[in-house]
């Protein structure tokens, strides 16, 4: 979902960088791709682990909890559905026409937050969300589950990643796997794109 569907990573980076700043650790674009696709005190393991700073885990729960405010706080204030990328809805319109069945899969605990201050909750069979799983991509468990979900064997289901955990939690369950984002980056997807506006059921059906 996030930096799939919907731009909302940047308002991520933005809560993690402002945690980061607060510890004195300094965290950039570069390093923000470690944090895509990844659960939230996954994320915060991988930060202070970056800037050599011990937390107990009580501590940590609190960062945690701070960043989500600070996430939320963005995501009232400047997400709309004017947000979801371009050439999302025709494509997921699409597939709802040809009967193909839709999943999301999000290591996020705000997805169904998300989903519903988008209006896309009806474009999808099935949704699995950060409350839903307790392991974090490159584990398949989200998608695995998604597939069960909507009763499609791994191996006939196609997932759009942006994250190189994400491609490689796809490809460790079975699935096909379609990168949204730079080749060089998800170097392990079927191919890429660069947005929806590319896409259609039969470049789809093509895998
Ligand atoms: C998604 C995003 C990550 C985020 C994770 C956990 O996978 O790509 O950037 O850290 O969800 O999100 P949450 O909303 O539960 O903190």
């Known amino acids: 979902m996030d930096g799939v569907l919907v731009s909302t990573e940047i308002y991520h980076f933005k809560a993690w960088k402002r945690l980061a700043d607060t510890l004195g650790i300094s965290i950039d674009e570069a390093f923000n791709e ?28 609190a960062l945690a909890a701070k960043k989500n405010a600070w996430f939320l706080e963005y995501v009232q204030t400047e997400i709309t559905p004017a947000n979801v990328y371009p050439g999302v809805i025709d494509f997921l319109q699409a597939l709802k026409r040809q009967g193909i069945k839709t999943a999301i ?57 942006d994250a190189i955990s994400g491609v490689e939690a796809a490809k460790n369950g079975g699935m096909h796997c379609i990168g949204v984002g730079s080749e060089k980056k998800l170097t392990k997807a079927d191919f890429c794109i660069q947005s929806f506006t590319e896409m259609t059921v039969e470049r789809l059906q093509m895998l």
């Not at 696709?37 to 202070?48: A, E, Y």
């Not at 974090?136 to 759009?160: D, R, Y």
Request: net charge positive; charged share 25%.
């Open 34 to 61: 470690n944090l895509k696709g990844v659960s939230r005190s996954v994320c915060i393991d991988l930060i202070l682990k970056h800037g050599g700073v011990e937390k107990t885990q009580a501590e940590k729960d």
């Open 105 to 161: 899969g999000s290591a996020s605990k705000n997805a169904p937050l998300l989903i519903d201050k988008l209006g896309i909750r009806d474009y999808f069979d099935a949704i699995v969300d950060g409350n839903m799983i307790t392991k974090a991509k490159p584990n398949p468990e989200v998608f695995l589950k998604g597939a069960e979900m909507i009763g499609v064997k791994p191996s006939q289901c196609v997932v759009f990643e």
